[in-house]
C-alpha cells in the first residue's frame, strides 16, 4: 500500500510537469509536438526508462511477496487480466487504471461464482466495454468530475466582480 501510494503520487506529479505535457502533446498528435520545439526522442526515452522503473519495481514487489520467480509464474490468463485492466478502466489517465484494477479485482474477490469462470468473465466485460464504453469504465464518471469542477468553481467561466 506505501508502495502503491508514493507511486500514485509520483505518477500524478510527473504527469502534470513538464515531461507529463510533452508525453501527452507526444501522444495526441507527434508532429505538432515536435513543431512545436518538444524533444520527442528525448521525452520517448525518458517515458521508456520510467516505465521500466515502475515494472521493475512492480517485479520486486512480486517476488518478494511470493518468495520466487519463473517465466511459469506469469500465465496467459495473467496477460488477459492486465490488458482487460486497461480496457474496462480505459486509456490515458492514472484513474483509468485504478478504476479498472478495482473492478477487475474487487469483483472476482466478493462474487464467488465469477472466481470459476474468470476467463469468461473477463471476455465478456472486454466485450461489453469494447461495445458500450470503448473509453472505459471511467466515462461514467465524467457526470460526477464534470459536476465536482463546477461546485469547486474550477470548471468554466468565472463571474467576475459587477458581472452577470
Known amino acids: 500500500l506505501v ?7 509520483f505518477l ?6 513538464k515531461f ?9 498528435n507527434e508532429p505538432a509536438a515536435q513543431a512545436s520545439g518538444v524533444n520527442t526522442f528525448m521525452y520517448k526515452t525518458l517515458a521508456f526508462t520510467v516505465s521500466s522503473f515502475l515494472g521493475g519495481l512492480g517485479g520486486a514487489l512480486y517476488a518478494s511477496f511470493f518468495s520466487f520467480i519463473s517465466p511459469n509464474s506469469f500465465t496467459f490468463t495473467q496477460s488477459v ?21 478495482a473492478a477487475l479485482v ?12 474468470e476467463m469468461i468473465f473477463y471476455g465478456l466485460l472486454l466485450i461489453i466495454c469494447m461495445m458500450f464504453l470503448p473509453k472505459g469504465l471511467a466515462t461514467l464518471l465524467e457526470p460526477f468530475k464534470k459536476l465536482l469542477m463546477k461546485i469547486s468553481g474550477k ?10
Do not use: H, Q
Not at 508502495?3 to 503520487?9: E, K, S
Not at 474477490?109 to 465469477?114: L, P, Q, S
Open 3 to 9: 508502495f502503491f501510494l508514493i507511486t500514485t503520487l
Open 12 to 17: 500524478n506529479y510527473i504527469v502534470k510537469s
Open 20 to 28: 507529463g505535457r510533452a508525453w501527452i502533446a507526444i501522444r495526441n
Open 81 to 101: 487480466f492486465f490488458l482487460s485492466i486497461i480496457a474496462v478502466g480505459g486509456r490515458g489517465t492514472l484513474w483509468c487504471a485504478l478504476i479498472g484494477s
Open 106 to 117: 474487487v469483483i472476482p474477490e466478493t462474487w464467488d461464482f465469477v472466481a470459476d469462470f
Open 155 to 164: 470548471g468554466g467561466a468565472k463571474l467576475e466582480k459587477g458581472g452577470i
